[in-house]
């Protein structure tokens, strides 16, 4: 049986902590509890945190993307934080720059860009 | 004989709930009258309502994409609610991410979108 990732609340956003290795599975429900999550809490963002992830693949790459595309779709934006300046390199040269990605350095820093978009969006409501 | 998808007007918006399996010709009657009733009402906003499709399969995403690309030449926005989780994710997996599409969580939520686009454009008028 694959494992799960946990997915916390932390008041309008969900945040992800990649600790474990990820086989494909696990990968899978992963973007489906997410996807689920976002629609039933309204969440507005997501943080995904790879700060244990010392290897970051194409296939986790691949993911980082997927889960960005989707969430969007269910209109929540998300931010990856924690990422080693090796899984940076590395991915960039898989080809994977993350377009549609929004990173930042840490937590913190990454729950204050989710934060700012959301009050910038009920300042104009 | 195909069905034609009724279009309701909310203020100055049009809404367009997407509730029956669409054939080729529905849609492209859909594009037509959401067109046609665009320009004749002055619409500044499309809402359209997939809460009550369980599968949306590529034919369907390009239409959403053709709907909005269609109402922005129109000068009308386009917001997408009620998306469920499955379908974001088949969506991104068929490599549709409706790059161009406004998506928010539920109907009032959409037209609050539309709401706070009217009265920023209002004020910058």
Known sequence: MSDR???LRIGENL???IQIDLDDQTVMNLQEDLAAQVVKYGARGVVIDITAAEIVDSFVGRML???ASVSRLLDAETVVVGMRPAVAITL????????????ALNLEQGLAILAKRASAGAAGR
């Open 65 to 67: 993307s997927t889960i």
């Open 92 to 103: 960039v040269e898989l080809g994977l720059s993350l377009g549609g990605v929004r990173t």
């Open 5 to 7: 990732v946990p997915i």
């Open 15 to 17: 945040l992800v902590s």
